[in-house]
């Protein structure tokens, strides 16, 4: 099994047990640049770096790329570029939102797309209440692959995310295990395109839903997509394991 998104703090508790191995995903450069040291203490662990819209720093988008753009040069086990996207709800770290917040976002984002295609790493999208945007965007451009992380398309926006053109997959969480609308999503995604991850510590599935979240989680929302798929946990682990092999090369 494979956490393909999760959040883990230098120092913090590493609880990956019964996995083969889970990417860090990168909201900040301070985090991104230790997810690339706590990678290289833990073979299971495999680092991404980028930046979250909602955490742009206005002044510094262009050194911000390029300092994710040397990191990606010196180390080539960085499996993916992101988290990186649009988000348009509120944020807590800087409200209101405004037009100008969009364009930054736009450009934070396109320069973490820039890098993706530029190292061949899978990017990481982060899209909320922006899904027509993302789509619109990552569709301006030709080879791209990656993850939608943490898919609120809803049934209607699968097909378009699978008209994209390069190669996305469907990042899938927690919230599957009591969200029964989105088991009609999954329904719809097909088998070779779906990714599960935790992002813990959030979004923590039943049976510990309101608890922190862990990697080793991710058997909860392996198991709800055997029970939709209705197949075995062991056939269903394997296409979805493929999946995360081949989109991030590990
Ligand atoms: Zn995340």
Redesign the pocket.
């Known amino acids: 099994m494979i956490d393909t998104?999760?959040?883990i703090r230098k120092g913090e508790e590493i609880r990956i047990e019964g996995l083969d191995w889970v990417v860090l995903?990168g909201?900040n450069m301070a985090e991104s640049k230790d997810n690339v040291e706590i990678a290289k203490m833990n073979p299971k662990l495999r680092a991404a770096v980028g930046i979250?819209p909602q955490e742009l720093d206005s002044g510094n988008i262009d050194k911000n790329i390029n300092e994710l753009d040397k990191i990606l040069d010196e180390n080539p086990d960085i499996v993916a570029v992101g988290?990186c996207g649009l988000d348009f709800s509120e944020n807590p770290l800087k409200s209101p939102f405004d037009k100008r917040d969009f364009q930054e976002m736009e450009r934070l984002f396109r320069g973490q797309i820039a890098l993706s295609l530029k190292h061949k790493k899978p990017l990481?999208v982060?899209s909320r209440k922006a899904m027509e945007e993302t789509l619109e965007i990552l569709g301006s451009y030709k080879n791209l692959r990656g993850v939608i992380?943490?898919y609120s398309g809803g049934k209607k926006r699968v097909q378009k995310v699978l008209d994209l053109p390069g190669e996305w997959y469907f990042g899938i969480d927690g919230n599957l295990t009591y969200e029964d609308g989105l088991a009609e999503v999954v329904k719809l995604i097909p088998k070779d395109r779906l990714l599960l991850e935790t992002?813990s510590p959030?979004l923590t599935p039943l049976p510990f839903r309101g608890e922190k979240n862990y990697p080793e989680y991710v058997k909860y929302i392996y198991q709800k997509v055997a029970k939709i798929w209705q197949m075995s946990l062991k056939e269903t682990e394997k296409i979805i394991d493929e999946n995360a092999k081949k989109l991030f090369g590990v």
């Open positions: 998104h999760a959040h995903s909201p979250h988290e990481i982060h992380h943490c992002d959030e």
